[in-house]
């Protein structure tokens, strides 16, 4: 942890909120002075204070300890700052409508940047009446397959789990999609746009 960073973060949200050191201290079972230290570099806070003193703060324990707090400036979502993030370890798939911290497992996801879609990962897209039906000829063994095709529309995005052994396509509503994500677990994320 940065003391500076951390310190400077402490002062400044705890400020925000309108508290003093003391009423900082008084809501967390401490000293004014311990609330002191942190603010000014010479201590840290102990872990087991870091959830009550986050939540004391209004910012996730996360932004607490990066040292950077995560500002919505988008006021309205727009489907054009869309952010995918994957777990390694569980496949977890989360979808964000701009910049993020996000974690899964203890691990910091990273948002993706998808490829623009290669021959290999070419999906078929066929329009039955007022569905899409994508599908594509990719391995889909346990150790190579695809996990998911991802659907965005104006106003929203679906998402469907593909699974190792089992057939890489998917049914989505025509309605308003503009584009299409797959993931590959080796060759990681593609866009397809609608034309």
């Not at 300890?65 to 952010?83: D, I, P």
């Not at 052994?165 to 080796?186: D, H, I, M, Q, S």
Request: charged residues 20%; negative net charge; glycine residues 8%.
């Amino acid at each position: 942890m940065n003391p500076f960073v951390t310190g400077t973060m402490i002062k400044q949200l705890r400020e925000g909120r309108g508290l003093t050191q003391q009423q900082l201290a008084r809501e967390l079972s401490v000293s004014d002075k311990a609330v002191s230290k942190w603010e000014t570099g010479r201590g840290y806070p102990d872990i087991s204070l870091m959830e009550p003193l986050a939540a004391a703060l209004g910012v996730s324990v996360m932004e607490l300890m990066s040292g950077e707090q995560a500002v919505n400036t988008n006021g309205a979502g727009n489907m054009q700052r869309l952010k995918i993030h994957v777990c390694p370890l569980c496949g977890n798939v989360i979808v964000s409508l701009g910049a993020a911290i996000i974690s899964c497992h203890g691990i910091l996801l990273p948002a993706l940047e998808p490829e623009t879609v290669d021959e290999e990962h070419r999906p078929t897209i066929q329009r039955v009446e007022d569905e899409y039906f994508v599908s594509l000829p990719h391995e889909m063994t346990k150790t190579h397959h695809l996990s998911f095709l991802l659907a965005v529309r104006d106003e929203g995005w679906e998402v469907k789990k593909l699974y190792a052994e089992g057939p890489a396509e998917a049914w989505f509503p025509v309605a308003r999609t503009k584009c299409f994500y797959l993931y590959c677990n080796r060759h990681g994320l593609f866009r397809l746009p609608i034309k």
